[in-house]
C-alpha cells in the first residue's frame, strides 16, 4: 500500500485513524485539526486521487507526477509544495545516494509523498508525538521538523565525503594511478549534492521572509532559523569540498605531466648514453678499419707489389698501418669520441 500513515491530529494528539485517504480532510474539519498523510511512492492514481480531495494545484501535482525535480519551494494560493533532496552516504559503495521528498502543506492537512528510503519520516512523525506542544502550531510544525530531519541526515554525508577527500589527499602523492578516476567520480558526488543542498538555504530565506505574512509561530520561526544555520554549514562545507577536488584535480595533472617529464628525461639521459657508446665503438671500429685495410690490400696474391722488389716497402707499410690508427685516435679524441 501506497498510503503509510494516514492520522488527524487535534490540539498536538493523534486521534483515531481515518478509514481512507477520503475521508481524512473531512474528519481533520469535524475534529478542527491537522490531517498527516504519509505515501511512499504511490502510483499515478494515488497521486490523483490525493490531489483530488485537497484539492492541490495541476503544476504541483505534475511535477509530482513526474518526479527528479530539483529542490524547489513554490506556493500555489493558501498550499506549500516542497521538493527535497535527501541523501545518505553508502559506506559500502563510497557513494552518495539522494532521493527525492514532495510535500504538500495546507492549513489542515500535510501530505508527503517519498520516493526513497531516506528519510525516515515514521522517525519525525515519532519524534513529534512525543512533543505535542510543537505539533500543536500545525502543518508548518511538521513541516519545520521535516526539513530538520532532511538535513541533519545531510551530517554523515558531509562526513563520508570529508573523509574520502582525506583519503585521495593521501593516495595523491602516494603516486596512486587510480586517483585521478577517483576524484573525478568524487567530484560528481560533490557537485550532485551541491545540487541537492544548496536550494535549500534559498528556500528557508522565504520560509522565514513569509513567516510574518502567514502568521508562523515565533517558536517556529527561531527553530527555522536553527535549520537555516545547519543547511549554511552544509552548503559552505560543500563548496570548500568541490573547490579542494577541483585543486586536487589540478595537482594530480602537474604531478602527471612532472611524472612524465621525468621519464622523459631519463629517456633522453639514457639515449645520450647509448649515443656516446656507439660513438666509442664506431670510433674504434675506424680506428681497426685503417690498418685492416692497408693489411688487406697488401695481403693480396700479386706479381706487381711494393714491397717485393723494395727493401723499405713492408716497414712501410707496418708504419702507415699504426700512423693511420693513432692519426684517427687523435681526431677522435679532439672531437671527444673517445
Known sequence: MALIDNAVYVDG????????????????????????????????????????????????????????QRAKLERYGDTLFVVLRPARYRDDEERVEFGELHVFVGPDFVATI????????????????????????????????????????????????????????????????????????????????????????AMLQALLRGSEKYRVDEELQRSLRDVLDHALRVAD??????AILENALTVDATLAAQRQNDEMRRMTEAGLAQNEEVKRISAWAAILFAPTLVGTVYGMNFEQMPELSWAYGYPLALALMVGLGFALWGLFRRRRWL
Open 13 to 68: 494528539r493523534r486521534t483515531p485513524d481515518p478509514a481512507d485517504l477520503r475521508t481524512a480532510q473531512e474528519a481533520a474539519r469535524e475534529r478542527d485539526g491537522m490531517a498527516w498523510l504519509g505515501l511512499y511512492r504511490p502510483s499515478a492514481e494515488e497521486i490523483r486521487a490525493l490531489a483530488a480531495e485537497f484539492a492541490l494545484h495541476p503544476l504541483a501535482v505534475e511535477d509530482a507526477l513526474k518526479g527528479h
Open 237 to 242: 562545507r560543500t563548496g570548500a569540498f568541490r
Open 114 to 201: 517519498r520516493h526513497a528510503e531516506a528519510p525516515d519520516l515514521g522517525r519525525v512523525r515519532r519524534r513529534l508525538e512525543q512533543a505535542p506542544h510543537l505539533l500543536a502550531r500545525g502543518p508548518e510544525a511538521v513541516l519545520y521538523a521535516i526539513l530538520d530531519e532532511v538535513v541533519d541526515q545531510y551530517a554523515p554525508v558531509v562526513a563520508g565525503l570529508e573523509q574520502d577527500i582525506d583519503e585521495i589527499e593521501d593516495q595523491l602523492f602516494d603516486g596512486a594511478t587510480s586517483v585521478s578516476r577517483r576524484i573525478y567520480d568524487l567530484a560528481r558526488e560533490v557537485i550532485g549534492f551541491q545540487r541537492a543542498t544548496q536550494p535549500l538555504v
